[in-house]
């Protein structure tokens, strides 16, 4: 990533157990964000139905990130739709026939979502399942969306 170059981050379950745990991870992306000049990091609201648990002090972690990340005019969890679930769905069929392999519906639909900011910006998304991420990632045939880990 370059200086003035938006790129966006989006978190699967995976990522946002990764920050949520720790602070030093998480203030290290926000600084990266604002040396590029721009960009922002986003939790596809799919990802909602994995992350929280009913325990009260897991939950509470991931309050607190959300509530790290947020500011004016950005929401941090970005909605899907009917039309996006659908892509999700082709997407996961493409990606399970070039692995071999199940992927879950959420990852699909954390992809649908990336692909279609990716219309916008580039994106990375940041996950601790890389090669179900990647193989979904290829099957939308984008050149600016990147699949990292968090660390």
Do not use: C, W
Not at 43 to 71: F, K, Q
Not at 106 to 133: K, M
Not at 142 to 147: C, E, G, L, S, W
């Amino acid at each position: 990533m370059t200086r003035g170059e938006r790129r966006d981050f989006l978190l699967d379950s995976g990522a946002v157990s990764a920050l949520a745990g720790d602070d030093k991870l998480l203030d290290g992306y926000r600084r990266l964000l604002e040396l590029a000049g721009g960009g922002s990091l986003h939790i596809p609201s799919p990802v909602s139905s994995e992350i929280h648990t009913g325990d009260p002090r897991y939950d509470a972690l991931v309050h607190r990130m959300v509530n790290r990340l947020s500011r004016t005019g950005a929401e941090v969890y970005i909605p899907s739709s009917v039309d996006l679930d659908k892509r999700a769905g082709q997407l996961r069929f493409e990606a399970e026939k070039a692995l071999g392999d199940k992927i879950t519906g959420v990852d699909g639909q954390v992809v649908a979502i990336v692909e279609r900011r990716s219309l916008l910006y580039a994106v990375t998304i940041f996950t601790t399942d890389p090669i179900h991420i990647q193989a979904l990632v290829d099957a939308t045939g984008r050149k600016n969306i990147d699949v990292d880990t968090p660390n």
